[in-house]
């Protein structure tokens, strides 16, 4: 079973309207990270925002959250008043085992390619 | 503060050629990554060193691939003759592994390598 999911191959959004990104997860460890990458056609991956297993809160980072709803296993990124730089892939990532110092491997979703039309 | 280099950005090289590809993480970061990424998929990890020990190496981690992080800063990966299934973007990523604090991984733009 895919352990990270991303349903949304392509997605086109208007600049300035908010846009969702979906991500579901499995996995039966009690204790685990969920991030976020953009990666623009440069390359590089530039990471975004943070969700732990454990944290009450969804995590905020500018016009970046996360829609954490751990009971259904998704965290899913929220991007408000899109621009243009915002066209890129995404792709949502899991660490398990967090209390593991030993555990540092990220698994990655296939990823979701966000187009912002001006 | 710079971020991850790596050197070179692209690579072309015939089928059972050997390729050397160099990464120079953060400053101070003492945790080191390698990952793959092949056309439309998300990185897998190869990959990571703490200073200069290997503590982890995915299956997909042949033989014919070795990495090595000699002084704990740099690091080079080598894929000795080289085959076509090969080809993918090689990222390479840094964090600072404290106590108390997010272990965030800082990628570099990657190696594109392409086996003729």
């Known amino acids: 079973a895919q352990k990270i999911t991303q349903t949304q191959p392509g997605m086109f959004v208007q600049e300035k309207e908010a846009v969702t990104l979906d991500c579901t997860y499995d996995?039966?460890?009690?204790?685990?990270?969920l991030f976020w990458y953009k990666q623009p056609s440069s390359g590089e991956m530039i990471f975004l925002i943070y969700q732990g297993s454990y944290d009450q809160q969804n995590a905020t980072e500018g016009r970046y959250s996360l829609n954490f709803q751990k009971a259904r296993k998704s965290a899913n990124l929220v991007i408000s008043a899109s621009q243009l730089g915002d066209s890129a892939m995404y792709f949502c990532a899991m660490r398990e085992s967090l209390a593991n110092f030993g555990n540092e491997k990220l698994t990655f979703g296939t990823g979701t390619r966000l187009t912002i039309i001006p | 503060d710079t971020g991850v280099s790596q050197d070179p950005r692209h690579k072309i090289t015939k089928r059972g050629q050997n390729v050397t590809f160099r990464c120079d993480p953060i400053s101070e970061h003492n945790r080191l990554y390698w990952y793959r990424q092949t056309l439309g998929q998300g990185p897998e990890f190869l990959t990571y060193?703490?200073?200069?020990?290997?503590?982890?190496k995915s299956r997909l981690l042949s033989d014919r691939f070795s990495a090595e992080r000699p002084k704990g800063s740099f690091s080079t990966l080598e894929i000795q003759r080289t085959e076509q299934g090969d080809s993918a973007m090689y990222l390479c990523?840094?964090?600072?592994?404290?106590?108390?604090?997010?272990?965030?991984?800082?990628f570099g733009a990657g190696t594109r390598l392409s086996v003729l």
């Open positions: 996995t039966s460890d009690p204790s685990y990270g």
């Open positions: 990523a840094s964090s600072l592994l404290l106590a108390g604090v997010l272990n965030i991984q800082y």
């Open positions: 060193f703490q200073n200069e020990a290997q503590l982890e």
